[in-house]
């Protein structure tokens, strides 16, 4: 990772391009532990911040690559657009191919 960096960097300088540091993040992906992660990692003289989760174009990106949180948060539960419903049966057929 450190030299996929630091090539990108060298090509990005080539181009009058730097690396914002207090905008880049650092987000693990990983089935491990987040707990060991440090705070910070280190990358030459970049110090980046250790993120655990984001907002991207409206939609919240994690660590767990969990997608359950953003589902709940876009799409009201099945209560709200049915109030009326008890269990999902009594939803119209035409209604539950959507």
């Known amino acids: ?30 089935k491990k532990s987040h707990a060991s992660y440090p705070h910070y990692l280190e990358v030459g003289p970049y110090k980046f911040q250790v993120v655990h989760s984001f907002n991207y174009l409206g939609s919240d990106v ?7 949180a953003e589902i709940q948060k876009t799409y009201p539960s099945r209560k709200q657009v049915f109030p009326q ?10 209604l539950k191919k959507h």
């Open 62 to 68: 994690n660590c767990n690559n969990n997608i359950s």
């Open 85 to 94: 419903t008890e269990k999902e049966s009594d939803v119209p057929l035409d």
């Open 1 to 30: 990772m450190i030299e996929a960096f630091t090539s990108s960097e060298r090509a990005a300088k080539g181009m009058n391009l730097f690396i914002n540091q207090e905008k880049t993040k650092y987000m693990p992906v990983t």
